[in-house]
């Protein structure tokens, strides 16, 4: 019964939202969208295909190239006329060799699995002691400042059980970047998924190389490594070579001009490339390839809603945002940037249950349109999100003020959040139907966003951004990062 009572309850506020931009001919329009995606989606099988032709999709390398063709390729068999390719040049890194020795002493080290951190150096033989530094974060480091200078610091990739109430956890690279700040000559990452998955990504903040050593060992090995230097000094030898050099990439771009706003727009992306342990089937085919599925869907029910839509395939995201970094500084120089109306970024969404934004204002308007999403499914709780974070494509266009959002309340399926960056994110993990919901909630989304009235939501002003930045607590990261560029 009381189950009963809460669906009535949240159908009752799903029913409560229409907005005054909404048009009497989305709920027609939206079960159009709907019963094409779940008849005739492209999303799961260009994946699996994808996955299975290509292999892993790093940016800069012969498989990062072969990506970008068959998005574009696949694009242009959808009927897109204007598909373009955005070539960027920058710095890209690959791993090369690694071994790494941990012991009672630099006489006994005994080898440890591991795999590199991007942007190590591109050579690096250190060796010393270790230095339990926790969760890793300033705070730690603070209360002995001097423990891990010319040492190599140990953290947990996240926050350690029995930690302070409260505890915030940083993203790898601003960990590596406290730990280079204190002094240290190496860092080894504890990764919080057991079973010994190893994670990779990058360690570096600003996408460029970082000057020590960084390492992931999985978790049963750290959290043992942790009891040792309990009891007594551990010592650790990290050797490695690397790859670094200026390479070529492409964002892949296709523009649905709108009808009576051509000059408003709407873009929608996901990051195309991977990391090289895997496919990358989670991260981040089944966001890239839903995206590409909407663009299909779209193209197949000949939908022209009143604004141009863009949707973008990114590349680079994984070694430091590359890719949209690349596409906002384009759009800053040629004035377009003040044209973006919406970003709405698509990276590991899965099953969606409602939408989120980074405005508060858009709230009656999203609402509006998970509305008609719920009466066409209930399985659309039509939930809403709001405020911002970092380290995805929407970031560059947060802090030039564009409104950012995107799906919101979903799980990854099959329980493959462990596999994050780890040699098991392959296509086996992927859930068919998870991925159509994403592509038709989604596209609804995109439409409604395109087509409405008015968007409630402008961009912020450089003090507005400021102000956004702070109530979301992203200073630190930013200031950590090097792109906190306000002075107080």
Same mark, same amino acid.
């Given at each position: ?11 009752? #506020? ?22 094409? *995606? ?33 998005? +574009? ?16 040049? %920058? ?23 591991? %795999? ?5 150096? *591109? ?31 140990? *953290? ?26 204190? &002094? ?12 010994? %998955? ?5 360690? $570096? ?10 390492? #992931? ?28 050099? !200026? ?43 839903? *995206?590409?599925? !909407? ?18 395939? +990114? ?7 590359? &890719? ?23 990276? !590991? ?66 329980? $493959? ?6 040699? #098991? ?9 998870? !991925? ?53």
């Amino acid at each position: 019964m009381r189950k009963s009572l809460t669906a009535l309850a949240c159908f009752a #506020c799903a029913t409560s939202f229409v907005s005054a931009q909404e048009k009497s001919d989305w709920p027609e329009v939206f079960k159009q969208i709907n019963t094409e *995606v779940q008849t005739n989606s492209k999303a799961y099988s260009t994946l699996r295909d994808a996955t299975s032709t290509i292999g892993h999709r790093l940016t800069g390398s012969p498989n990062g190239k072969k990506a970008e063709d068959y998005a +574009f390729n696949l694009l242009k068999s959808y009927g897109f006329t204007d598909v373009r390719y955005q070539p960027f040049e %920058v710095e890209s890194w690959s791993r090369g060799t690694l071994q790494v020795g941990i012991g009672s002493s630099l006489q006994s080290l005994q080898p440890v699995k591991s %795999v590199s951190l991007a942007h190590a150096p *591109v050579k690096a033989d250190v060796s010393g002691e270790l230095v339990d530094m926790g969760n890793g974060l300033e705070a730690d480091y603070a209360a002995k400042p001097e423990a891990v200078k010319g040492k190599i610091a140990l *953290v947990y990739l996240g926050v350690l059980p029995g930690s302070a109430p409260g505890t915030k956890s940083l993203h790898r690279s601003e960990k590596t970047a406290i730990a280079i700040k204190y &002094g240290a000559k190496g860092i080894i990452v504890i990764n919080t998924v057991k079973n010994g %998955v190893l994670l990779t990504g990058t360690a $570096s903040v600003t996408g460029k190389l970082i000057p020590i050593p960084a390492v #992931c060992i999985g978790n049963e090995d750290g959290m043992k490594l942790k009891e040792s230097l309990a009891k007594g000094p551990q010592f650790t030898r990290i050797k490695m070579t690397n790859f670094s050099g !200026m390479i070529k990439a492409r964002n892949v771009i296709a523009t649905l001009p709108g009808k009576t706003l051509p000059n408003e727009k709407i873009v929608i992306g996901g990051h195309l490339d991977s990391w090289d342990l895997a496919t990358g089937a989670i991260d981040n085919g089944i966001g890239s390839f839903s *995206v590409l599925d !909407m663009a299909r869907t779209f193209q197949a029910l000949h939908l022209r809603p009143e604004r141009t839509i863009e949707f973008v395939m +990114f590349m680079g995201e994984e070694e430091g945002l590359l &890719g949209s970094k690349a596409y906002v500084n384009a759009a800053m120089k040629d004035g377009s940037i003040s044209n973006i109306r919406y970003m709405l970024n698509y990276d !590991m969404t899965n099953d969606p249950k409602g939408y989120s934004s980074s405005a508060d204002e858009t709230e009656p308007l999203f609402k509006s349109i998970g509305n008609i999403a719920h009466n066409i499914d209930t399985s659309f709780t039509n939930t809403f999100r709001s405020g911002g974070g970092l380290h995805s494509d929407h970031q560059p266009f947060m802090l030039e003020g564009v409104p950012t959002g995107g799906g919101a309340g979903g799980n990854l399926p099959n329980n $493959s959040g462990g596999c994050y960056h780890a040699d #098991c994110d392959d296509f086996k993990m992927v859930d068919e139907q998870g !991925m159509k919901n994403t592509v038709r909630f989604s596209a609804m989304l995109v439409y409604g966003l395109a087509d409405a009235k008015e968007i409630p939501a402008k961009r912020l002003t450089d003090e507005e951004t400021k102000a956004f930045l702070l109530k979301n607590n992203l200073k630190e990261p930013l200031s950590i990062a090097g792109e906190w560029r306000w002075k107080d």
